[in-house]
C-alpha cells in the first residue's frame, strides 16, 4: 500500500526553527514529486511548493519563497517542510502529497498540526 | 496566484445530487485539463475524487462526476448520502508549473 506518514504535531515558539517530515513507502520514493500544501485555521487549502526527488529541484508559491524550504532525503525515502524562523502566520495543518502522472495529488500524509505562539 | 472561487457551502437531502463550482482564470482552469477534485473529512488525510478534470481514480464511487466549461469546473455528486458530508477542495496546474486550489466547499447533507 502506497502511503505517506508525516511527523507528530509540534508546539514552537516565533523566531525557533522547525523541521517536519513526510515518509513514503510502498514505492519508489524517488519517482514521484512532492508537494507541500497548508490549512490554516478556519481556511482552505493552498499549495506551498513541490520537490522532485530525483535532483531536489524545488518549485514554491510565490507568497512563501524563502519563508520555508523543502528537501529530500532519498535513502530514508523521507521530504521535509523547513522554516528557520517561525511566525505566528505559520500555525496550521500542513499535508504532504504524492504527485500522481506529475498532476494529481495522490496519496496524502495525515497531516502534522504545527502551532506557534509568542 | 488567486484561490479558485467555490461556493462556501452546498446542502441536500439523502438521495438527491448537488453541484458544486469552481471558477479560475484563462492561467489555470482554462488553460490546461488538470483539474482535480478532493474530499476532506476533518481531521482525516484529502482524498481524491477527480483527476484530468472528469476522470474517477479507481474505487471512487460513481456518484461522483465532474466536467468543465472555459474557466469553471464542476463537481456533481448525485444520491447524495450522509457519509457525503465533508470539505470539498477543487484544484487546478496553473501556469508557471504551481498549483492552485479553491477555497473550499462545506457539503451539508440534511
Known amino acids: 500500500e502506497v502511503q505517506l506518514v508525516q511527523s507528530g504535531a509540534v508546539v514552537k515558539k516565533t523566531g525557533e526553527s522547525l523541521r517536519i517530515s513526510c515518509y513514503g513507502s510502498?514505492?519508489?520514493?524517488?519517482?514521484?514529486?512532492i508537494s507541500w500544501v497548508r490549512q490554516m485555521p478556519g481556511k482552505g487549502l493552498e499549495w506551498m511548493g513541490r520537490?522532485?526527488?530525483?535532483?531536489?529541484?524545488?518549485k514554491y508559491t510565490t507568497s512563501l519563497q524563502g519563508h520555508v524550504t523543502i528537501a529530500v532525503d532519498t535513502s530514508a525515502a523521507t521530504a521535509f517542510l523547513i522554516w528557520n524562523r517561525l511566525t505566528d502566520s505559520d500555525s496550521g495543518m500542513y499535508y504532504c502529497?504524492?504527485?500522481?502522472?506529475?498532476?494529481?495529488?495522490?496519496?496524502w500524509g495525515q497531516g502534522t498540526l504545527v502551532t506557534v505562539s509568542s | 496566484q488567486s484561490a479558485l472561487t467555490q461556493p462556501a457551502s452546498v446542502s441536500g437531502s439523502p438521495g438527491q445530487s448537488i453541484t458544486i463550482s469552481c471558477t479560475g482564470t484563462s492561467s489555470d482552469i482554462g488553460a490546461y485539463n488538470y483539474v482535480s477534485w478532493y474530499q476532506h473529512h476533518p481531521g482525516k488525510a484529502p482524498k481524491i475524487l477527480i483527476y484530468?478534470?472528469?476522470q474517477r481514480p479507481s474505487g471512487v464511487s460513481n456518484r461522483f462526476s465532474a466536467a468543465k466549461s472555459d474557466n469553471t469546473a464542476s463537481l456533481t455528486i448525485s444520491g447524495l448520502q450522509p457519509e457525503d458530508e465533508a470539505d470539498y477542495y477543487c484544484c487546478s496546474y496553473a501556469r508557471g508549473v504551481t498549483w492552485v486550489f479553491g477555497g473550499g466547499t462545506k457539503l451539508t447533507v440534511l
Open positions: 502529497a504524492r504527485h500522481r502522472d506529475a498532476i494529481r495529488f495522490d496519496p
Open positions: 510502498g514505492y519508489n520514493f524517488t519517482n514521484y514529486l
Open positions: 484530468d478534470v472528469s
Open positions: 520537490i522532485d526527488p530525483t535532483d531536489s529541484f524545488t
